[in-house]
Every structure is written in structure tokens, then in C-alpha cells.
Nanobody, 126 residues
């Protein structure tokens, strides 16, 4: 399974941005998916996750209400819609995938996911 994140860039505080993650090499519709981020000097942190069936989502508290995770099984693509961006959202954003999980499972830690993309940088200026 290969993942390629895209859509990062430089935005101003309060702006919106949508990240995409194209997945190949696996049965996308049966992959549990997640987004993580890593700010300079910090560990990689959970942002959000979506199950492979029923579209069950979970979010980190710091992004809940501002970020929305979704998936398009027809396009093998995971999305992260980010709004009301803050400077503290500045980070490299990574998408992740795991298989053979319970249909409504969502993973909250890096150890939960076997496959990772290379990340896309989001910079939010004040």
C-alpha cells in the first residue's frame, strides 16, 4: 500500500485548506485511514481518523470542529478539510492506512498504522 499526500502550502490564519491522500496498491475500501501531523521539534500527533465502513470519524480535541476527514472510495482518496487555521496548525501532515481492522475501527496512535505517506507541509502565518 502506497500513500501520497498533497495539498499543503502557505496560508494565513483563518484560511481553509484541503489535503488529499491518494492511496494505491491495496483495497482502498477496506483500509482504515488516518491523518497525523508533526510540528518542528515535536512528536507526530494524531489529527483524525476514519473507519473503512460507515464513515465513522474521530478527531483530536485541538482540531475538532475545524477539521473534517472524509474518503472517496471511488477515487481511492482520503481528504482532510481544514478551516479556521491557526499558526499552531503549522506542521507536516501525514496520511496513514491500516488493513485487517474491525469495520468501524479508528486508530489514534502512530502504532496503529502500518502504511504511511511522505507528508505535506502546511504553514499558517499569523
Amino acid at each position: 500500500v502506497q500513500l501520497q499526500a498533497s495539498g499543503g502550502g502557505l496560508v494565513q490564519a483563518g484560511d481553509s485548506l484541503r489535503l488529499s491522500c491518494l492511496v494505491s496498491g491495496g483495497t482502498f475500501s477496506r483500509l482504515a485511514l488516518g491523518w497525523f501531523r508533526q510540528a518542528p521539534g515535536k512528536e507526530r500527533a494524531f489529527v483524525g481518523a476514519i473507519s473503512w465502513t460507515q464513515g465513522i470519524t474521530d478527531y483530536a480535541g485541538v482540531v475538532k470542529g475545524r477539521f473534517t476527514i472524509s474518503r472517496d472510495n471511488a477515487k481511492n482518496t482520503l481528504y482532510l478539510q481544514m478551516s479556521s487555521l491557526k499558526p499552531e496548525d503549522t506542521a507536516v501532515y501525514y496520511c496513514a492506512a491500516d488493513r485487517d481492522r474491525f469495520p468501524t475501527w479508528t486508530g489514534w496512535t502512530t502504532r496503529d498504522y502500518e502504511f504511511w505517506g511522505r507528508g505535506t507541509l502546511v504553514t499558517v502565518s499569523s
